[in-house]
């Protein structure tokens, strides 16, 4: 694999809830060295090391809390629970976060629900699944291959798996001889982020990184047929439909011939990244220098990345974000407190950085509604 970006001393967490600012501040840190695989496509951090992580309650990654993305997880419920006819079956959600999709899964098509995930927290969503949805605080691995589910569905989990091949066979193996059962995986795109230049988008939790070809391949490579790949959220997420292959592997579908253009948007990152990195950074310095003040709004992975990344610290002194469990603590690697919406009423900002564009006119809303009117930009 030939490593085209690197960034040293990042935070090993990115959503770890940090109490104080000198936690945030002294967190475990890595270093990021992406390589590609000109052959498969797979993308991946060659500097990782798991050792460092840690997937416990403490760990806030839900975006539930935002109208959009609730709507957004309603819609894809409903398709699948239409699609692949789950009325009265069983559902394996891996890395299941607090449950909000599984149950939301239950709930749409009477199922009956087992979910995966160490940082799960009891009681965090109000249930209305008449059938039972039970939560395991663990891993997904080979102790739990004996569960089997009609549908596995595993969100937002693969990329933070170093070792993707060996997860995605151990998931095959536990489904074993059953050939109707579904498997949806949703991951980013990693060909959005290089086009984009979106530096805020590679972080160290993130270790591995797809295209819906390097995708498909690889699940085709551990024994499934893949029945549908797509984007969905702004082109934000690829998704993938696929089921266990019996005898030979059905042909890759179109959307899989991408290695030629993948590698070029490799090239374009690499050769132009740099320029990205400092125009951010001479836009934040003259925000400072003129005696404005920024905000960030979203205090996710993709802030940490930006401030840390850019080596940010007093040009931006709060984040915004509407998760409630995230206010009063501190954002991981550069220390800006985290608050809530309501705070800009009394600092009245200059700017609001808007972390993610899907996010700007739900946030636009918000600030409307607070009669602020900010410059809004998005990265």
């Known amino acids: 694999m030939s490593v085209f ?8 967490h990115d959503v770890l809830l940090m109490p104080t600012r000198e936690v945030a501040l002294s967190c475990p840190r890595g270093d990021i060295g992406l390589g590609f695989c ?8 060659v500097l990782f090391d798991p050792s460092l992580h840690e997937y416990s309650p403490g760990y806030e990654a839900t975006q539930a809390f935002s109208p959009t993305f609730s709507a957004f997880a309603q819609r894809l ?12 079956k069983d559902i394996i959600e891996i890395g299941c976060g607090n449950g909000e999709f599984l149950t939301l899964l239950c709930e749409l098509g009477g199922n009956r629900g087992i979910g ?11 249930s ?3 059938e039972p949805v039970t939560f395991i605080k663990d891993y997904f691995s080979e102790e739990y291959t004996h569960y089997q589910g009609d549908f596995v569905c595993c969100r937002m989990t693969l990329e933070h798996i170093p070792d993707t091949a060996d997860f995605v066979h151990m998931v095959r193996r536990s489904i074993g001889d059953c050939p109707d059962t579904i498997v949806f995986f949703q991951v980013p795109d990693v060909k959005r982020i290089l086009r984009e230049l979106a530096f805020w988008d590679i972080y160290y939790e993130h270790c591995s990184y797809f295209s819906l070809g390097s995708l498909g391949r690889l699940f085709r490579r551990c024994g499934f047929d893949v029945i549908a790949l797509w984007k969905a959220y702004g082109d934000q997420y690829l998704m993938i439909e696929a089921r266990p292959s019996i005898g030979e592997t059905a042909p890759p ?11 070029g948007h490799v090239k374009h990152f690499s050769e132009n990244h740099k320029q990205k990195l400092d125009t951010w950074k001479h836009y934040l310095q003259e925000i400072q220098r003129t005696g404005r003040r920024a905000v960030l709004w979203g205090g996710g992975s993709k802030a ?5 990344t850019l080596n940010i610290q007093d040009e931006i002194e709060y ?19 985290i608050v809530a919406p309501d705070f800009l009423r009394q600092y009245e900002p200059d700017v609001v950085i808007v972390m993610n564009p899907i996010y700007r006119e739900e946030i636009e809303h918000d600030l409307h509604h607070m009669g602020l009117a900010p410059e809004l930009l998005t990265v």
């Open 128 to 130: 209305k699944a008449k």
């Open 116 to 126: 995966f995930d160490p940082a799960y927290v009891e009681g965090r969503v109000d």
């Open 77 to 88: 419920a409903s398709d699948l629970v239409t699609r692949y006819d789950l009325n009265g």
């Open 304 to 308: 940490v990345a930006f401030l840390t």
């Open 38 to 45: 000109p052959s498969c496509g797979f993308i991946s951090n």
């Open 319 to 337: 984040v915004v974000d509407i998760n409630p469990h995230k206010h009063g603590t501190y954002l991981a690697g550069a220390g800006q407190e």
């Open 253 to 263: 579908l179109t959307q899989e011939d991408d290695l030629e253009q993948l590698a």
């Open 5 to 12: 970006y690197k960034v040293e001393n990042v935070p090993a």
